[in-house]
């Protein structure tokens, strides 16, 4: 008891901490890992030949990856009351290089499967540790431009992955998309073992195995049944089985979580009404930014017929603008507050959903160019300020619960909006063939778009109204007192 007295009083130095070197290492690590994952989508074509096999199967290395961070991040919320940001983070880029490395080598399709779960593993570790860190360094005041960096990092990823994926692959073997990526994570490994120091509390609470399990089978379930389900058929049973024994599974985690002392999730931070508030935006949110990242490449190479590293190029100035403002964002989230961003950020996603419903065949990259600019410039003006807004009001000791459970659902969120939108374009398309039997693939395709994107543009819509109800929040008082010592 001692022990965990002793570091609890952490907080206290915190003072003369360097937040610089602190913030580097991590933002290094998070570009490392969120660049490789967009990296790798690009060149299924040539891993499906070089491996002989099929799409479904190539579809694994992007589902196990949503799976094991699916199941692994409602756990992070335990672990880091067990192990210090150093060894938390040290661990997560470890297992990350050794997951790039097993990728690379890779001699079948079964080893780079493997590869791919061993680095969703450091990603899974790495994401909430990040999150949690930076509200433990910085104080509500200040966190809107933390935050902010991190979200730079978080979409310049994703949006120089695939040009940059495209180029390696048009000049390189696949093998190389991770061989380049090793030298930045010894890199990152390096550079957080120098500057890195432990910022948390250390409480230790006990281990309870149950609750992991049906985390694991929860959410996991979830996540696996609705990417399933973006692939095929909703009939399939084991898309059926998988949502049912996933939605069993999360009920009884919620119900175990509300009974034991020491919940591995502490669904308390709920009571918190700007969280929860935050949360729902946030699941809705997601599903309408999976629908565009998941759509708008379809339209660009199978309607316009571009090439995959063209259409990279298309997609990339949004990212690239959506990186640039993340800051600028976080900055003026510190000085005017939520509101100032998060309803004029959901109504530029809205305006640019709406014109994306009505895309045709005729439809030139540079109008989907601006459009894709405003929506990226809207998700910036919403996603950090609402996560900073939501986890601001929570105590300290919520803070790695809080992280968790954002993240968690943030995935949940990914897999549902995959799945939907997929589901709608498919229905749309098939539609279309039935009414116009002489019909292109394209102008097919193209009539499915148009009603996966009205449906988006509704759930934009309920986005809104949830948006409205944000407002800058009191910190609580057990957390502001600790922040004051």
């Given at each position: 008891m001692n ?5 609890k009083q952490a ?6 901490i360097?937040?610089?070197?602190i ?5 290094i690590?998070a570009f ?5 994952e ?13 491996f002989?096999i099929g799409?479904?199967?190539i579809?694994?290395l ?5 799976l094991?961070?699916g199941i ?11 192990f ?10 470890i ?5 790039t490395?097993i ?8 080893l ?11 990603t ?8 949690n ?6 104080p ?5 431009a933390?935050?902010g ?6 979409m ?17 073997s696949w093998?190389?998309?991770f ?5 930045l994570a010894i890199f990152?490994?390096?550079f ?7 910022v948390t ?7 309870d195995?149950?609750?992991?399990v ?6 996991g379930g979830i996540v ?8 095929g058929?909703w009939s399939?049973p084991?898309v ?7 939605g069993i599974?999360?009920?009884l985690?919620?119900?175990?979580q509300l009974?034991v002392r020491?919940?591995?999730l502490d ?7 700007m ?12 599903m309408?930014l999976?629908?565009?990242?998941i759509l708008?490449?379809?339209?660009l190479?199978?309607a316009l017929l571009?090439?995959a ?5 298309t997609l990339m100035p ?8 993340a800051p ?18 959901l109504v ?15 439809t030139t990259?540079?109008?989907v160019?601006?459009?894709h600019i405003?929506?990226?410039i ?6 950090m ?5 939501g986890l601001n ?9 809080g992280?968790?459970?954002?993240n968690t ?10 799945a939907?939108?997929i589901?709608?374009m ?7 063939f039935?009414s116009?039997?002489q019909?292109?693939?394209a ?7 148009q009603?996966?994107?009205?449906i988006?543009?509704l759930?934009?819509?309920i986005?809104l ?8 929040v ?5 957390q502001?007192k600790?922040?004051?010592?």
């Amino acid at each position: 008891m001692n022990a965990a007295g002793t570091e609890k009083q952490a907080p206290v130095d915190l003072s003369g901490i360097k937040r610089g070197p602190i913030v580097a290492a991590l933002i290094i690590g998070a570009f490392v890992a969120i660049l490789n994952e967009t990296l790798l989508n690009i060149a299924f074509p040539d891993l499906m030949k070089e491996f002989g096999i099929g799409p479904s199967t190539i579809q694994w290395l992007s589902t196990v990856y949503m799976l094991v961070i699916g199941i692994l991040v409602p756990v992070t919320a335990l672990l880091q009351q067990w192990f210090t940001t150093r060894q938390m983070f040290l661990s997560a880029m470890i297992l990350f290089l050794a997951g790039t490395v097993i990728c690379a080598a890779a001699p079948s399709f079964e080893l780079l499967l493997v590869g791919r779960i061993v680095q969703a593993l450091g990603t899974g570790l790495m994401l909430p540790v990040m999150m949690n860190t930076i509200l433990v360094i910085y104080p509500p005041e200040n966190r809107g431009a933390a935050m902010g960096m991190i979200g730079l990092v978080i979409m310049f990823g994703p949006a120089i992955g695939p040009t940059l994926s495209g180029f390696i692959i048009d000049h390189l073997s696949w093998r190389w998309l991770f061989i380049l990526v090793i030298p930045l994570a010894i890199f990152s490994i390096l550079f957080a073992s120098m500057f890195l120091r432990n910022v948390t509390d250390l409480t230790k609470p006990k281990v309870d195995i149950l609750s992991i399990v049906l985390s694991s089978i929860g959410f996991g379930g979830i996540v696996y049944g609705f990417s399933k389900a973006g692939e095929g058929s909703w009939s399939d049973p084991a898309v059926v089985w998988t949502l049912v024994a996933g939605g069993i599974g999360l009920i009884l985690f919620i119900i175990r979580q509300l009974i034991v002392r020491e919940p591995i999730l502490d669904l308390r931070a709920f009571k918190y009404p700007m969280f929860s508030i935050v949360t729902v935006l946030l699941l809705v949110l997601m599903m309408t930014l999976f629908s565009t990242m998941i759509l708008l490449p379809l339209f660009l190479q199978t309607a316009l017929l571009m090439t995959a590293f063209k259409a990279g190029l298309t997609l990339m100035p949004g990212g690239v603008v959506n990186g640039i403002m993340a800051p600028i964002s976080g900055k003026l989230f510190d000085k005017f507050g939520p509101r100032v961003l998060i309803i004029p950020g959901l109504v530029l996603v809205l305006i640019s959903i709406f014109f994306f419903k009505d895309i045709s065949v005729e439809t030139t990259a540079g109008y989907v160019v601006t459009l894709h600019i405003v929506l990226m410039i809207g998700i910036s003006m919403v996603m950090m300020p609402a996560q900073t807004t939501g986890l601001n009001q929570l105590p300290r000791h919520l803070y790695p619960h809080g992280t968790a459970i954002l993240n968690t659902l943030q995935q949940v969120a990914g897999a549902i909006g995959t799945a939907l939108f997929i589901s709608i374009m498919s229905s749309g398309t098939k539609n279309y063939f039935a009414s116009n039997p002489q019909a292109t693939e394209a102008e097919g395709l193209v009539a499915g778009l148009q009603d996966a994107f009205l449906i988006a543009f509704l759930v934009g819509i309920i986005a809104l109204v949830i948006g409205l109800f944000i407002k800058r929040v009191n910190v609580s008082p057990e957390q502001e007192k600790k922040e004051v010592a």
